[in-house]
């Protein structure tokens, strides 16, 4: 078997890597991903439903794929896909929709894989690469369809994410990005009646890949407060070498009224403590989150209080959503449900406070080194090059004639795709102008 192929990935990280665990499978037996402007027989499309514009975007990219690739066979997995399977299999060309993301070994073997993979050895032209250590989430908090589409919780073998972080690693990825549904989770399923001495948790994963050898750096993804526990600070101090000081914990809201609202685990204090024990572990840490604003009963008291814990948190960098009531989950039904111009208008709040507090972090960094995986020449300053840092902030230095001597003399042209040590020297425009540290 063999053919022309498309995929087209929306939505998170982990979509990104499952979108890849299908690619390299059908690779296996001859498929082989063309350019946008030459057709394909067989399209892949990765959902994602986590708001109503994802769907929106799920069904416009759908729809589109088909228009230009007529004589196509679409395959639509994803969140979307598995949350209204009949909506999609309705759309034109889909000839598949995939509702459980656990089928995915099972669709590589009806496009005639043999040996299905265990996971991943490529990420594409990045330099960093996902890896998927688990599926699933317990937790029902009420503005969330996720649970919903993903709800049993299966964590990956340790066994076959060592062999993939291997592979990347020899593959020549500097960054891997541990990531999941709820990555807090990984193990839980496996504990269950068995001592505490013999469980297998988060902390316990990402030790055993930071010992791994090579010239990389670990990242862990999104994580829920009440998981950020002083074992897994511990590994991340213990192993600063390898993993970056960074954390992104997910607030949502920073009004404990709010929180009880949207079913969440925990209420500010605990928050804010987490956010000190990191602080007090690891050397100047980004710390970075989420806010959903015009949560449905949101009042002008309770957005204040948020604005007030997002400033004690001090965040580095705030991603900011509006609240997207999704059919099916109890927040969809609450009353006092919020006009979209209050939310933009409260989003734009944030987003200030927001930029404000990361300036205040970037300039924190001025005069530090900082470690940077290198991207992209800048297009606009030749010999000049952009990446990111360990603690999650853009950063751009020149790369001067006597570095690129050195850098040929060690069999590298340039330094995309490596990771390079620089010292900050100021800070503008939302990035890190630094200069590199020469030996």
Not at 204 to 211: E, G, P
Request: charged share 25%.
């Amino acid at each position: 078997m063999s053919g022309k192929l498309k995929t087209l990935t929306l939505g998170c990280k982990l979509n990104q890597y499952e979108t890849q665990y299908i690619r390299e499978g059908l690779e296996l037996v001859g498929y082989n991903e063309v350019p946008r402007e030459e057709p394909a027989e067989l399209c892949i499309v990765n959902t994602c439903t986590v708001t109503n514009e994802g769907d929106s975007k799920s069904r416009k990219a759908i729809r589109q794929l088909a228009r230009e690739n007529p004589d196509s066979r679409i395959v639509v997995m994803g969140c979307y896909a598995t949350r209204a399977p009949e909506e999609v299999h309705a759309l034109p060309n889909v000839v598949e929709v995939v509702t459980d993301k656990r089928e995915l070994p099972d669709i590589l073997g009806r496009f005639g894989v043999i040996d299905i993979p265990t996971g991943i050895s490529n990420f594409g032209n990045r330099h960093r690469a996902y890896i998927k250590i688990q599926d699933g989430c317990l937790l029902r908090c009420s503005y969330c369809i996720i649970p919903h589409v993903r709800p049993e919780l299966t964590s990956r073998p340790v066994e076959h994410i060592l062999d993939e972080a291997r592979r990347l690693i020899d593959n020549g990825y500097r960054e891997l990005v541990l990531t999941g549904v709820h990555i807090g989770h990984y193990g839980v399923d496996w504990n269950f009646g068995k001592p505490r001495e013999q469980w297998i948790r988060l902390a316990d994963l990402t030790r055993q890949i930071a010992m791994l050898p090579g010239d990389f750096r670990i990242r862990i993804s999104s994580i829920e407060a009440t998981e950020v526990t002083r074992e897994l600070i511990a590994v991340l101090g213990e192993h600063a070498a390898k993993i970056v000081p960074h954390l992104h914990i997910c607030l949502q809201s920073g009004s404990d009224a709010v929180l009880r609202r949207m079913r969440r685990r925990w209420g500010t204090q605990t928050f804010l403590h987490r956010c000190n024990l990191v602080r007090d572990t690891l050397d100047n840490p980004a710390i970075t989150t989420d806010i959903i604003t015009g949560f449905p009963g949101e009042t002008d008291a309770e957005f204040d209080e948020s604005l007030a814990t997002i400033r004690s948190a001090a965040f580095s960098k705030i991603h900011v959503f509006p609240f997207s009531a999704r059919k099916g989950t109890p927040a969809a039904d609450m009353d006092n449900q919020l006009p979209k111009s209050l939310k933009k208008q409260r989003g734009r709040e944030i987003a200030t406070l927001g930029k404000e507090l990361q300036t205040a972090y970037y300039q924190s960094l001025v005069g530090k080194s900082l470690e940077v995986l290198v991207e992209a020449e800048d297009r606009d300053k030749p010999q000049h090059y952009v990446g990111t840092s360990g603690r999650y902030a853009p950063v751009e230095f020149p790369w001067t004639p006597k570095l690129s001597a050195q850098a040929e003399q060690m069999g590298n042209k340039n330094p995309i795709g490596q990771l390079i040590e620089v010292t900050a020297t100021a800070t503008a425009d939302e990035r890190i102008y630094a200069t590199v540290i020469t030996s």
